[in-house]
């Protein structure tokens, strides 16, 4: 009694065990129940047929080519999205605003019209495929056109993530390290990269976590041929189209897990590099 006494009087904010109530009820319903569905569903294959699906070289192609292009195509957007996000923050100019208008497109464009558009301009005889096809390079339907459709979705992640530490960066400290006799790269590595690494992190995770999963703006440039531009959520896909549920289940759970995998050591980086940089 005297324990929830205490408990009670600690309470800020009112309410706090109807809203921890509420939040926890919500992430059950959004979250924690449609997961544990998705395992159950693969406890029906039982483990040797789990292993069979997952370890599939078709399967592993997949998981392969979503990766390390996911990955391909957020280091991408760090370093572009980092360079827009300073334009829009220290470079005024006019036409600003309809330019940071416009780095949100993807976020309210439909991912299959975003598909569709880049697959007709990257194409052979698109606009900018066939100069590309004049020099020998191949964008739809290749490696190279799945990057671009997961670089168009993933931007403003990076940008966003970004652009409010620019925003709340002294430049004073700039100024005062320029006046002290370095160069424009010391300051940039000494005084600017130091307080942007934990976003640029942060928008790196959330590009990358993005572009795992992205379907629509990739299903349509990608070509989907199996072992070469066939990625894993278009695996799932075909697996569903065929009704094989547990098959589909089975590479979900292992995207899944290899991603969640791949976001606790970006976060640990990130938790670093943040600890790092106010130490310094």
Request: aromatic share 8%; with cysteine; glycine share 8%.
């Amino acid at each position: 009694m005297t324990i929830a006494c205490r408990l009670r009087r600690k309470t800020v904010l009112p309410g706090f065990a109807l809203s921890l109530g509420i939040t926890v009820a919500w992430l059950s319903l959004v979250i924690l129940i449609p997961l544990s569905t998705l395992f159950l569903k693969v406890a029906h294959l039982g483990w040797p047929a789990f292993v069979q699906v997952v370890t599939d070289p078709e399967a592993v192609a997949a998981y392969r080519l979503s990766f390390s292009l996911s990955a391909a195509a957020a280091g991408i957007n760090v370093i572009f999205g980092a360079l827009i996000a300073w334009v829009l923050v220290r470079c005024p100019f006019p036409g600003r605003r309809i330019v940071d208008g416009l780095v949100d497109l993807p976020f309210a464009l439909p991912t299959a019209v975003a598909g569709i558009t880049l697959t007709t301009v990257y194409a052979p005889n698109g606009l900018l495929g066939a100069v590309l096809a004049r020099h020998g390079i191949q964008a739809a339907y290749a490696p190279l056109g799945i990057v671009i459709a997961l670089v168009f979705v993933g931007m403003p992640f990076v940008v966003r993530t970004v652009q409010p530490v620019l925003e709340d960066f002294d430049s004073e400290a700039e100024e005062a390290a320029a006046s002290l006799g370095a160069s424009r790269l010391q300051v940039v590595r000494r005084v600017l990269l130091p307080a942007l690494v934990p976003s640029l992190l942060t928008g790196f995770a959330l590009a990358f976590a993005r572009s795992l999963g992205e379907y629509g703006s990739v299903v349509f440039i990608a070509g989907n041929i199996p072992m070469k531009t066939e990625i894993a959520p278009f695996l799932i896909m075909s697996k569903l189209e065929q009704f094989d549920y547990p098959g589909a289940s089975a590479i979900a759970v292992v995207l899944l897990l290899l991603s969640f995998v791949a976001l606790l050591i970006i976060n640990g980086l990130q938790r670093w590099s943040g600890r790092r940089s106010g130490r310094l």
